[in-house]
């Protein structure tokens, strides 16, 4: 089948759309209605994908020049910016986020993350060693990248687009194919994803989806293919625990990123309401479904009372409702299951004797949203430091705020956690931010700020917040083989 069938998501597997018998329900998370049906993918349209995808390798696709593959993948994002409208359509139904976040994240990283790689592979520097051989001659060394090969690409439901092709722009611009599994949650934007790369001219295998889930469908059989030869994920710590096994067959490399429990610190000389407007967005952005938001919270003792306030003033401010509606800037919880993990910690911060500053529950929505996933964004003090509030990931649009007396407290609290994905500090003083960059165990340390990107830089976690880092250069670590070519000269 060439068309897609638009009522439903298939499978996009060396450039065709394939249908299957097994499909399950893609649910809106605003009102609970039904987006349309899946096609999941069993172990045979899983080696279908992989099959296609190292045709592709063996054919045109792995002949392409350097400059052949940055002129598609640009043709690929401008692709995307052409067809803005309908991913922004896709990710707010399969999302439920406000057309204001999507429309200035999601769907133009979506373009970047092809721009910026394509532009990365075209000027990473080489490097070259030239050597005395023993019989007194000369000897040159250089290195070339390689393509891994077929490269799987398991994504969450958070950022969809987003983080599927932050992991599929670098492993096509290093030359790779690549299978793309969506969550199952969210399969619209790599579906739609599939008909802007036919359009493009990408090469048919270059790119494929397969749907499902994970353990005994689509997740399982990809990760666990021999002829995968390197697997990207992002998502829980547990799912990643779980892939290292299947990926330790084969001995294939894996590139992680994974749960964060984010703190934030707030010092008494900080720009008061820079710091309210930061914190406040990194915890209840996307609804607090961002692996870098914040849902701890640490204020020096000066500033606690002032700062518990002005926080809850922005809580209260957001306003949950129909995501393409005038003036909505809070979305609902991903789906029903979610929002139930979220409201049992609503419920054990309370069993756990918090102070609820505000929120705790779900709000009251128009009838017409009732079946949705809403959830109040909601802020905690008086936790003690052990909590499982405080210390496991709810991914939720909530946070705990406790106060401190020193820097050295504060970096302890921060490294008081078996996740090291971000950090946020927030002072003027600038040795205190230096010091503090050097002392917590995280991966991403934002001074002043949240979720500023340069995709240059080095983007992953510490302890069991990730393995690697992407990224710039150091995606392409990841995605190309590096091999010395020793010429005897
Ligand atoms: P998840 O781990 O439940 O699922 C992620 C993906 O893995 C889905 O596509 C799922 O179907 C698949 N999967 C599940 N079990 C699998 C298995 N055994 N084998 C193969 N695939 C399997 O995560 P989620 O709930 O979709 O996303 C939320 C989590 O992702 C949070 O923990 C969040 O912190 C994390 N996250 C991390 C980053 C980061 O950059 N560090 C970014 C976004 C999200
Ligand atoms: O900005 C990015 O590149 C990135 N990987 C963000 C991750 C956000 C987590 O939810």
Known sequence: MNQRDTASFQNFIGGQWVSTDRQFDNINPVNGSLIGRVHEAGAAEVDAAVRAARDAL?????????????????????????????????????????????????????????????????????????????????????????????????????????????????????????IVKPSEETPGTATLLGEVMNEAGVPAGVYNVVHGFGPDS???????????????????????????????????????ELGGKNAALVFADCDF??????????????????????????????????????????????????????GINFGPLISKQHQSKVL???????EDGATIVTGGGVPDVPRQLREGAWIEPTIWTGLRDDSTVIKDEIFGPCCHIAPFDTEEEAIALANASEYGLCTSVWTSNIGTAHRLAAAIDVGLCWINSWFLRDLRTPFGGSKASGIGREGGVHSMEFYTELRNVCVKL
């Open 58 to 178: 063996a054919g045109p696709w792995g002949r392409f020049s350097v400059e052949d593959r940055v002129e598609l993948l640009h043709a690929v994002a401008d692709g995307i910016d052409k067809r803005f409208d309908d991913f922004l359509a896709a990710e707010i139904a399969d999302t439920g986020k406000p057309v204001s976040l999507a429309s200035h994240l999601d769907i133009p990283r979506g373009a970047a993350n092809f721009r910026i790689f394509a532009d990365v592979v075209k000027n990473v520097p080489g490097e070259s060693f030239e050597m005395t051989t023993p019989d007194g001659g000369r000897a040159l060394n250089y290195a070339i990248r390689v393509p891994r090969g077929v490269v799987g690409v398991i994504c969450p439901w958070n950022l969809p687009l987003l983080l599927m092709t932050w992991k599929v722009g670098p492993a096509l611009a290093c030359g790779n194919t690549v």
């Open 344 to 350: 049992s910690y609503y419920a054990r911060a309370k």
């Open 273 to 326: 309401d820079k710091a309210v407007e930061g914190v406040a967005r990194s915890a209840f952005a996307n609804t607090g479904q961002v692996c870098l938001g914040t849902e701890r919270v640490y204020v020096q003792r000066p500033l606690f009372e002032r700062f518990v306030a002005a926080l809850k003033t922005r809580a209260e401010a957001l306003r949950p409702g129909d995501p393409h509606a005038d």
């Open 218 to 256: 689509a997740g399982e059989f990809l990760t666990t293919h021999p002829h995968v030869q390197a697997i990207t994920f992002t998502g829980e710590t547990r799912t990643g625990e779980a892939i290292m096994r299947a990926a330790a067959q084969g001995t294939r490399p894996v590139s992680f």
